[in-house]
Nanobody, 127 residues
Framework: QVQLVESGGGLVQAGGSLRLSCAAS????????MGWFRQAPGKERESVAT????????YYTDSVKGRFTISRDNAKNTVYLQMNRLKPEDTAVYYC????????????????????WGQGTQVTVSS
């Protein structure tokens, strides 16, 4: 059974940084694209960043480019999201996700491609 467990969320002031972690279990981690999505109150869930199994291909939504970095450590079965220069509009529940084997990181930006979700972690950025 695949499990994704997020950690690292919290309250931070605008301009600050947080690093989210997602510990995965239940499959050979390096064979699967992973991603981070977020959902703000009253808004649809959106893709934030996705990464290929080997960690070579990475995709970001425009609003976080240059501020957020997705990475993964396949030896630790963990994917990270380093968030810098946070803004109040980054406030949301952040979800870790994985897709079926063979799904490209680019394709995984469509959440209909997601196979498993984590439980989510709250990120709140105060102004």
């Amino acid at each position: 059974q695949v499990q994704l467990v997020e950690s690292g969320g919290g309250l931070v002031q605008a301009g600050g940084s947080l690093r989210l972690s997602c510990a995965a279990s239940g499959r050979t981690f390096s064979n699967y694209a992973m991603g981070w999505f977020r959902q703000a109150p009253g808004k649809e869930r959106e893709s934030v960043a996705t990464i290929s199994g080997a960690g070579i291909s990475k995709y970001y939504t425009d609003s976080v480019k240059g501020r957020f970095t997705i990475s993964r450590d396949n030896a630790k079965n963990t994917v990270y999201l380093q968030m810098n220069r946070l803004k109040p509009e980054d406030t949301a529940v952040y979800y870790c996700a994985t897709a079926p084997r063979g799904t490209l990181a680019q394709t995984m930006r469509d959440q209909r491609r997601v196979e498993y979700w984590g439980q989510g972690t709250q990120v709140t950025v105060s102004s």
